[in-house]
């Protein structure tokens, strides 16, 4: 099988991609792989470091702010159409699949235009504007989330899979507590706002830090490398409190974990569903369409998690739901039965699947 893959900008596309890149190599030992992304973002770094072979084309989303770049934009998605054109004519994909992201936009319109069979992956609650605008005529779409399915009306097919980066964080390699310096046999809170983290909740949670010192349960805080230094300049923790700037393999953790207070970004929330990890979400205000909230609220709906937004956090409030969670065992195992009733932990070989069914 040949196979083109697109996906870009944050690893909540990259990710689902690679999971689904994996399933199908494990299945065609002689599968052939082309992957097109950006020239200049994560993308083109991750892709040839692991050895698969990448192309990237110059284009930029559309900002409201930026208008002398969206007008260079408006030619740089042209001349990207037509290369990609050209790419896939020459690699004569039996599949084209695209994970989100606005590069998928020349990358799919080309093989609709040569009528090369399609697939898109949709990670949010809200369908991204690259997927929706491209959704027209597409072969297969798979969404994340059920509410989802109804979602893409113009589509050929639509099927529920789940995000296959869930899958990861169950074979991810286990971190204890006692690695990162804390007690095994104690509970753990991990609190985090994404890889980089976020200034703005750092400042609210000082004084949540502050009242979990005397609690009955750990607390990993990880600030976001550019904040590290800055959060802990003359500030004095608790022994029951650990603070990094970032940790690499989060999810291996998180195996070990007893709460998390996170983003509700899409990736996270795979892994949250495929660990049967309750959560407290602090949606992202700053991203599109509000996509994190509706996010977070697929799972809040089912009472299979709770979420305070932003605006509204502080540190007294976030350590009195952490406290009565972890002191409510009823509420709490309600949580993750919930929890193993909405997560699936066999997104890629539902995906790759219906891939092979959509190529007899």
Do not use: W
């Not at 870009?8 to 992957?35: N, Q, S």
């Not at 795979?270 to 509706?294: D, K, M, R, T, W």
């Not at 195992?333 to 699947?353: A, F, P, Q, Y």
């Amino acid at each position: 099988m040949k196979v083109v893959i697109s996906a870009g900008g944050t690893g909540g596309h990259i990710y689902p991609a690679l999971a689904v890149l994996e399933k199908l190599k494990k299945e065609d030992k002689t599968l052939e792989v082309l992957y097109i992304g950006t020239k200049n973002r994560m993308e083109s770094e991750i892709i040839p470091n692991r050895g698969i072979d990448y192309v990237g084309i110059e284009i930029y989303g559309f900002s409201k702010k930026k208008i002398l770049r969206d007008i260079k934009n408006i030619f740089l998605v042209s001349a990207g159409y037509r290369k990609c054109l050209k790419i896939l004519k020459e690699f004569k994909p039996d599949i084209v699949l695209g994970f989100g992201g606005y590069v998928t936009y020349p990358v799919l319109k080309a093989a609709k235009k040569l009528n090369i069979k399609t697939f898109l992956h949709e990670q949010n609650s809200i369908v991204g504007k690259t997927n929706k605008f491209l959704s027209n005529g597409i072969d297969l779409v798979a969404v994340s989330f059920l509410s989802t399915l109804n979602k893409f009306p113009k589509a050929k097919k639509v099927i529920y899979s789940g995000n296959p980066c869930g899958e990861n964080a169950l074979t991810t390699k286990e971190i204890k507590k006692s690695e990162i310096g804390l007690d095994n046999k104690k509970k753990l809170v991990i609190v985090v706002a994404g890889s980089l983290g976020s200034s703005s909740i750092n400042e609210k949670l000082k004084e949540f830090l502050r009242l979990s010192k005397k609690s009955n349960y750990q607390v990993l805080y990880i600030t976001g490398k550019t904040h590290y230094e800055e959060f802990i300049k003359g500030t004095r923790f608790g022994s029951n409190i650990k603070v990094l700037p970032y940790l690499d393999n989060l999810a291996g953790l998180m195996r070990n974990c007893d709460l998390i207070v996170t983003r509700a970004g899409a990736s996270t929330m795979s892994e949250i569903l495929a660990l049967n990890l309750p959560a407290i979400f602090i949606p992202s205000p700053y991203v599109a369409g509000n996509h994190q909230v509706y996010n977070a609220l697929e799972i809040v709906k089912n009472n299979a998690g709770l979420m305070i937004e932003e605006q509204e956090l502080n540190g007294e409030k976030l350590f009195n739901m952490v406290t009565d969670l972890l002191n409510d065992k009823q509420k709490y195992e309600i949580m993750k039965m919930n929890l193993r009733n909405l997560g699936k932990t066999d997104s890629s070989e539902i995906i790759v699947k219906e891939i092979k069914e959509l190529l007899k």
